[in-house]
């Protein structure tokens, strides 16, 4: 199992950035595929951005593309989200998530851990 605990969320104006992290504990970390998922008030959670295990392959939802940018840091258990050109339309609280598998999914229930989430706030 890992364990995951997201932070870097806040307010920010439209335009300006944000560097989410989240820190993993436990075994697994490295043999499993992270997510970054987001939910906005009253809404589904949805897909932000996917990287494989080794960091070689990412994936990003249409809405965040070439905005955002997904990595990880295997050796200190880590991975980030790194969000610019921020809109209104980013507010939620975001998720990083693990999937205990080689194979990449974006679907938020084809994933085992979940942090608790932190909130970004994107003023206009």
């Known amino acids: 199992q890992v364990q995951l605990a997201e932070s870097g969320g806040g307010l920010v104006q439209a335009g300006g950035s944000l560097r989410l992290s989240c820190a993993a504990s436990g075994r697994t970390f490295s043999s499993s595929v992270l997510g970054w998922f987001r939910q906005a008030r009253g809404k589904e959670r949805e897909f932000v951005a996917v990287?494989?295990?080794?960091?070689?392959?990412?994936n990003y939802a249409d809405s965040v593309k070439g905005r955002f940018t997904i990595s990880r840091d295997n050796a200190n258990n880590t991975v980030y989200l790194q969000m610019n050109s921020l809109k209104p339309e980013d507010t939620a609280v975001y998720y990083c998530a693990a999937r205990f598998s080689a194979v990449v999914r974006t679907a938020p229930t084809e994933y085992d851990s979940w942090g608790q989430g932190t909130q970004v706030t994107v003023s206009s």
């Open positions: 990287i494989s295990r080794s960091g070689g392959y990412t």
